[in-house]
């Protein structure tokens, strides 16, 4: 959607005007900030739509700001960074990233995937029937301890909101409408992610991983997502 606002977030100049370039050439609003403190306030300020951060950043580096942002907003957060190591990659998505992306990336693959996530997290507000996942009858599913409003985005675990991510809840949504189908990781991957041909299918598990933490917090004892060893993950109705 044209004119929707991008922050990158990065103490590195030059890679602020490149990617910028590639947004503006692309419709995007551009935002930019070069360190962890600035980002927050012009995200309280701008509302951004989708935010690049860089890991290495002064003030706040990007995982510590990717963990404040997660207090005061819900949109993609895409890590670009010179990190290639998959301990970095885990550690970003597991702070809540929805995706960790290297700089030796093309340009053309970052705005593919910027638009997918856009795509993605534009869908959440998005009638039922458009989004890819089994039609309800209601906006609400529920099941023991958890109520999901499929219209508003909220979830509350015995009768606590219960702060998602983006992507765990349109995983969420993806298993808890479809009860006891099972779904296999490069499945999930390209419903949510919305990508077939390029990207790394951990990022489905660390994510899952994640939304299980959130799930069960407190109450251990109540599994939801449950993994079929050698095939994927099915929600349990």
């Not at 590195?12 to 910028?20: G, L, R």
């Not at 890819?132 to 958890?146: A, H, K, R, V």
């Not at 299918?201 to 599994?223: A, Q």
Request: net charge negative; hydrophobic share 40%; with cysteine.
């Amino acid at each position: 959607m044209a004119g929707e606002k991008i922050l990158i977030a990065d103490d590195d100049h030059d890679i602020q005007i490149i990617i910028s370039m590639y947004m503006k050439e692309n419709g995007y609003q551009v935002l930019t900030a070069a360190d962890g403190i600035e980002a927050l306030q012009i995200v309280e300020k701008e509302t951004p739509d989708l935010i690049i951060l860089d890991v290495m950043m002064p003030k706040l580096d990007g995982y510590e700001l990717c963990q404040a942002l997660q207090k005061i907003t819900d949109v993609p957060i895409l890590f670009f960074s010179s990190k290639h190591e998959d301990v970095d990659k885990i550690l970003g998505l597991g702070v809540g990233g929805d995706d960790f992306i290297e700089k030796s990336t093309s340009p053309s693959v970052l705005i593919a995937k910027v638009k997918a996530h856009l795509r993605r997290y534009r869908n959440i507000g998005l009638p039922r029937k458009q989004r890819g996942y089994s039609n309800q009858n209601t906006d609400t599913i529920e099941f023991p301890g958890l109520q999901i409003n499929l219209d508003s985005a909220v979830v509350k675990l015995y009768d606590k909101p219960l702060h998602l991510s983006a992507k765990e809840f349109q995983i969420l949504c993806l298993l808890a409408q479809n009860p006891e189908k099972v779904f296999s990781v490069e499945k999930i991957f390209e419903l949510i992610w919305d990508e077939n041909h390029f990207g790394d299918y951990r990022t489905v598990m660390v994510h899952i991983s994640n939304l299980r933490k959130k799930l069960e917090n407190n109450h251990g004892k109540v599994i939801y997502i449950e993994t079929v060893r050698g095939i994927g993950y099915k929600f349990k109705a």
